[in-house]
């Protein structure tokens, strides 16, 4: 069965570099897109997508908001994917997943548990 | 890119059905074909559970059911049960490479 499993809890300081990495199994990993998305915490924070990558290299789209700030890899010897976000302030304090990108428009068919970031001096 | 509107809280007796509703601009349901529901428990990863509007994956249960009207889209779930209790958030697609997700709705089932 599809797996995505990611990497555990991050603790940053402002201005720092944190990079998080998503493992998937259980299916063609050179043959699927990769999504990261984030919720804030707190209720009524709605989930915000950072950008896509193509598993094995090729198109890489990010969220204009996060140009500039965040970069997406894949290793195809492990399966991962990653996503390293710079330049952390503590608005980047959230749980980020990884969403496999399946068959059809707009589909997350399969998530990660989330690898929760905090920002905090 | 706003968020999607969702209502914060929705409930139901078991057995009951519950209607959410996820409401944004034109420019938000960009393709009004690309709608998606997923369904997220504490300590679990969020599910898929409605795309393309109305189409279920294998293994969502035909209680859940989607619609779409104008610029707002809805979330059926019908015969309530204890494990569906859950936030369920929507998503649109809101042009190329540009996803919109709503602010999510806490369903609880009384």
């Known amino acids: 069965q599809v797996q995505l499993v990611q990497s555990g809890a991050e603790v940053k300081k402002p201005g720092a570099s944190v990079k998080i990495s998503c493992r998937a199994s259980?299916?063609?990993?050179?043959?699927?897109?990769m999504h990261w998305v984030r919720q804030a915490p707190g209720q009524g924070q709605a989930i915000e997508w950072m950008?896509?990558?193509?598993?094995?290299?090729?198109?890489?789209k990010y969220a204009q908001k996060f140009q500039g700030r965040v970069t997406m890899t894949s290793d195809t010897s492990t399966n991962t994917i990653y996503m390293e976000l710079s330049s952390l302030r503590s608005e980047d304090t959230a749980v980020y997943y990884c969403?496999?990108?399946?068959?059809?428009?707009?589909?997350?068919?399969?998530w990660g548990q989330g690898t929760p970031v905090t920002v905090s001096s | 890119q706003s968020a999607l509107t969702q209502p914060p809280s929705a409930s139901g007796s078991p057995g009951q059905s519950v209607t959410i509703s996820c409401t944004g601009t034109?420019?938000?349901?960009?393709?009004?074909?690309?709608v998606s529901w997923y369904q997220h428990r504490p300590g679990k990863a969020p599910k898929l559970m409605i795309y393309?509007?109305?189409k279920r994956p294998s293994g969502v249960p035909d209680r859940f059911s989607g619609s779409k009207s104008g610029n707002t889209a809805s979330l059926t779930v019908s015969g309530l049960q204890a494990e569906d209790e859950a936030d369920y958030y929507c998503?649109?697609?809101?042009?190329?490479?540009?996803?919109?997700f709503g602010t999510g709705t806490k369903v609880t089932v009384l």
């Open positions: 969403a496999r990108d399946g068959v059809g428009g707009n589909v997350f068919d399969y």
């Open positions: 259980g299916y063609t990993f050179t043959s699927y897109y």
């Open positions: 950008g896509i990558t193509k598993a094995g290299g090729g198109i890489t």
């Open positions: 034109s420019r938000d349901f960009d393709n009004f074909n690309y």
């Open positions: 393309e509007v109305t």
């Open positions: 998503s649109s697609s809101a042009g190329s490479y540009n996803y919109v």
